[in-house]
């Protein structure tokens, strides 16, 4: 088995560990008022039914995510490792829908349990939802993007009449190069265009997190926020970072091997981060150690959300709320600022399909 091999099988194994981990324990990662999406008392987290499902729910995930990660790791022994590949792919896949099929299992025996319980539910909600927090970074932060973007103009305007007329384009899991294409000042000068790009993702997903609803206490919603806009500035800097060292391995100036580790680096942070935010933070910060300070009103809001997973809400101004079965936010597909959300997001990924085409 050679080293190229070997780094396949890690990075695959690898993520595959991220994805099931991050899965399965979910449940125990959100807040205690929310049960697959179901709104239930805080009291009620170490009801023996709830407990169990939360269980059932981890138990099923892993050892989907058992059998499906190793049956199809071992394909690397019948057939190439791009085909595995494509089947470990195929397997992820599988495994989210099975992962889903099985939360909805569990969504449908909590709705039944609640249905049958004379609970009182404390949704609790602020009232006031539109001052920005004051712990998410400052937009001004993002300036250092520029910095990572002008290292990357940079090099590619000293090293570019000294390159070859054929370059390296592309780089397969290996790190090794499977396409070329011809220099020209348009293939340059598609890196810093799709790093600008993204940085204005970025930034304005940090813009939109600062005015994000409220839930809970005022504390430890804003202590989410601030941790949450930190993770991902950290994120997409390391996103720039890894758009430059692509292009400086286009310019010969990083080895190619080094484009093996790139992955594989990405991914051990992304590891790490995860593990960080669902063991000392947790889903709106609800591992986090404060006192409540805000006044907070006491409403069910189920009938919002649809499937626990989207959440729609026309009477509600704000464009994110913090998901009820994960880490981090989502739309208020109830906003009609959503949709401009989403043609902007719809824009951004067709210009990164496109730009490869004209800047030729």
Not at 191 to 213: C, D, E, H, R, Y
Not at 244 to 265: A, H, R, V, W
Not at 306 to 326: A, I
Request: glycine content about 8%; proline content about 3%; hydrophobic content about 50%.
């Amino acid at each position: 088995m050679n080293n190229s091999l070997n780094f396949i099988i890690g990075v695959m194994g690898l993520s595959w560990l991220l994805v099931v981990l991050v899965t399965a324990f979910t449940p125990y990662f959100v807040r205690r008022n929310i049960c697959f999406g179901i709104s239930v008392p805080e009291s009620e987290y170490y009801n023996p039914q709830l407990k169990r499902l939360r269980r059932n729910y981890s138990i099923g995930c892993l050892w989907a995510g058992l059998i499906l990660g190793i049956g199809s790791s071992l394909c690397y022994i019948w057939t190439s490792a791009e085909n595995t590949m494509w089947i470990q792919t195929g397997g992820l896949f599988l495994y989210f829908i099975i992962s889903i099929l099985i939360y909805f299992s569990m969504r449908t025996k909590i709705k039944a349990i609640k249905q049958n319980s004379d609970w009182e539910i404390e949704t609790k909600t602020v009232a006031e939802i539109s001052e920005k927090s004051d712990k998410t970074i400052r937009t001004a932060w993002y300036l250092l993007y520029l910095v990572v973007i002008a290292i990357t103009v940079f090099a590619s305007v000293l090293k570019y009449p000294s390159l070859p007329e054929q370059i390296p384009m592309h780089y397969n899991i290996a790190g090794e190069v499977d396409r070329y294409a011809a220099k020209s000042v348009g293939t340059f000068a598609l890196m810093p265009v799709m790093q600008l790009l993204m940085g204005l993702l970025f930034a304005g997903t940090n813009l939109a997190i600062g005015t994000s609803k409220r839930q809970r206490d005022f504390k430890r919603s804003s202590a989410f926020r601030g941790v949450m806009s930190i993770t991902l500035f950290v994120i997409g800097f390391l996103v720039m970072l890894m758009f430059t060292c692509i292009q400086l391995s286009m310019l010969t100036i990083l080895n190619e091997k080094l484009m093996m580790f790139l992955p594989i680096g990405f991914l051990v942070a992304t590891f790490i981060i995860c593990i960080y935010l669902a063991v000392k933070v947790g889903q709106g910060g609800s591992r986090l150690k404060t006192t409540d300070d805000a006044l907070v009103n006491t409403v069910d809001d189920d009938r919002y959300w649809l499937g626990g997973f989207l959440y729609c809400n026309k009477n509600d101004p704000s464009l994110f709320v913090e998901k009820r079965f994960g880490m981090g936010y989502t739309l208020n597909f109830g906003n009609p600022k959503s949709l401009m959300a989403i043609g902007m997001l719809v824009i951004l990924i067709v210009a990164l399909m496109v730009l490869p085409l004209i800047l030729k």
